[in-house]
């Protein structure tokens, strides 16, 4: 008989690995790129960086992946200071003049349009800096042939890393100069290029920032090799908080303009904003917005407005709904943007990694369900032109039978594989269940585009192909975990919801269940976090009262009426919070533990000698808690990083603001045992829980002190 002695704490714990990708000098970076510039290959540009302390002999250093290029004798970078080399100095010259002091010898090769690894060595060959820059995914959009240069972000963290790169604000980047990544005040919010009387074509453009920003003599235009095609008059001025401003055809495509342009709606156009200075020289690269071709009277607008991606919209929104006239519709001045247009067909269902077979992908299985959100029949080709019939483009490739239509409330598969009877064996599919393929290609096991197009009526030798519905998977977070290879299907939540929103999409029954309705489950609960408070507090924050943080990492504001907050994790319903309260994206939300029980102020105050805290959704479900021991006055307690990570001491309390570096980490109540204590003669399966998620329960078997 033995009896063993447990001694144990719970902390809360955060380890992170910070890849320094420099050996011999973490000083000299590649601080700016310009892989695919406007006007090719003479124009691109790699810049290198000296953030460190000290001047720099770089004499030697060669770059050995990506370009070829050895830096001469006698070459040195002081100590913020830039050095520029270029695969044509005497074009760069022509382009950026004595802006970024190009070194005179070009490099040899270039730089890949789609990406490729940049490695620049010391003179005795250890890694100096090496970047692997891509072109899509994350990777900003804009640096890839529209213009901007991709800019490092943070000099210290992983260069491999998209999020660690951006857009240049400036047209063309600031090679050898200090630069700013691309700032989104003014921005294209909505285009409609397909219109018959009484409305034209228009470009509606939004001022994101606080306040009046005067837009005189900035271009608007659809050619990335002309983009001083149409000057906005002088005097335009948009007020902030969400203004707007609507240029029309009649405006754009005037004959007397120097460069009169039209929108396409058969092929697609793109549309750029670039601001100017007072002599008309281009500036700032301000927006860019690429559409394809479009539906008579239906515009392209970003939902949400101004920061969200272009999506087809359910009515034009350029200020006057229904106009009786095309003078009527000039009269518009903007307005916020309707809710994206949806159906009647929609992506509904994906099987894009369906369990391995002997270790090999399983494509026979993969499947793409449509799905008829209307009640009655829809045709999937033209019966004006019945040979053009509807088509999966981007992640597969496939053209729909003629003839083929789905009923009211129906599903029709999509599959991968020629042998349509082996796949309804897999599935127990019989003969209702419409099946065509195969498909060309395959889908990619961590994601990609799914699209699915419409044909519009033919315009002389164009067949325009209309975007019905659009699906963007990953197989990381914020998408579901389960159906890469774990056998479950991707299934839409909510028929009428978007395509490209991650909370609208869940993990099928397993198996999937292709052709079939999808099974309902609870709406997901936004992520939030309970992410510093204070339980002891007399000064902090501009008031003596005790405070409670809550933060929003997401990419949407979120609604947190009704939400409930608590010191007691067995009355979760203690205090509810107003109505009308939100939380923007990343954003953050102060309460004050006071008491009072009205508007932001609690019905309970916090306890300096320790207790909990507990944040529970509408319906009572535990999205956030934390326990805490005796806190010191005026001392913060909270997450590093925001939202995600554990728990730390914080000396300067940074309420509604991102959290500083902690300064010790915070020590929970003990963890609770499955069994209790006692002698036991057999083996036991003793469980060991807190009520923290992030918790790490540390233990010993010989009664000394966890380390």
Known sequence: MSRNSFSCCVMLAFSALIAIPFEADAGIVIGEIMYNPPGGTDYEFVELYNNGSVSKDISGYEFTEGITYRFPEGSTLPSGGYAVIAGNPQQFMLRYGSRGAVLPDAYAKNLGDDGERLTLVSAAGATVFSVTYGDGSKWPGRADGHGASLMLVDPLDDPDSPENWCASDMLYGTPGESGICAVRDVVINEVLAHSDPPVEDAIEVQNLSSGPIDISGWYLSDDLDNRMKYRIPDGTVIQGYGGFRVFYEYQFNHPSNDFPFALSSANGDQVYLTAADSSGEL????????????????????????????????????????????????????????????????????????????????????????????????????????????????????????????????????????????????????????????????????????????????????????????????????????????????????????????????????????????????????????????????STCGTSQDWIELYNPGERWIDISGYYLTDDLDDPQRWQIPEGTGIGEGAFRLFYASGAGTGNHTNFGLSSSGEEIGLYSPEGVLIDSVIFPAQETNRSAGRQPDGYGAWFYFEEPTCDESNGEGVGQLITAPPDFSLPAGYYIEAQALILSSPVPEAVIRYTLDGSEPS
């Open 283 to 538: 500036t700032r690269f301000c927006d860019m917005v690429v559409f394809e071709p479009s539906e008579n009277g239906i515009s392209f607008g970003r939902f949400p407005d101004g920061t969200g991606a272009l999506v087809t919209l359910a009515d034009p929104t350029f200020g006057v709904p229904a106009p009786a006239t095309l003078d009527e519709f000039r009269q518009g001045t903007g307005a916020a943007n309707s809710f994206p247009r949806l159906g009647p067909v929609v992506v509904s269902e994906v099987m894009y990694h369906p369990p391995d077979i002997a270790g090999a992908d399983n494509a026979a299985d993969e499947y793409i369900e449509l799905h008829n959100i209307t009640g009655q029949p829809v045709r999937l080709y033209d019966p004006d032109y019945p040979s053009n019939t509807w088509k999966l483009i981007s992640a597969v490739d496939f053209t729909i039978p003629a003839g083929v239509t789905i009923p009211g409330d129906g599903y029709l598969l999509i599959v991968g594989t020629a042998d349509i009877p082996a796949f309804r064996a897999t599935y127990g599919l019989d003969a209702s269940v419409q099946i065509y393929g195969p498909w060309a290609g395959k889908l990619d096991n961590s994601g990609e585009s799914i699209r699915l197009y419409k044909p519009d009526e033919p315009d002389l030798d164009v067949i325009p192909y209309i975007l019905v519905d659009r699906v963007d998977y990953l197989d990381s977070h914020p998408w579901p975990a389960g159906p890469d290879g774990l056998g479950y299907g991707l299934e839409r939540r909510e028929p009428a919801g978007l395509g490209t929103d991650p909370a609208n999409w869940q993990v099928s029954h397993p198996g999937g269940s292709p052709g079939e309705v999808n099974r309902t489950v609870p709406a997901p609960i936004p992520a939030l976090f309970i992410n510093e408070f204070v339980a002891s507090n007399t």
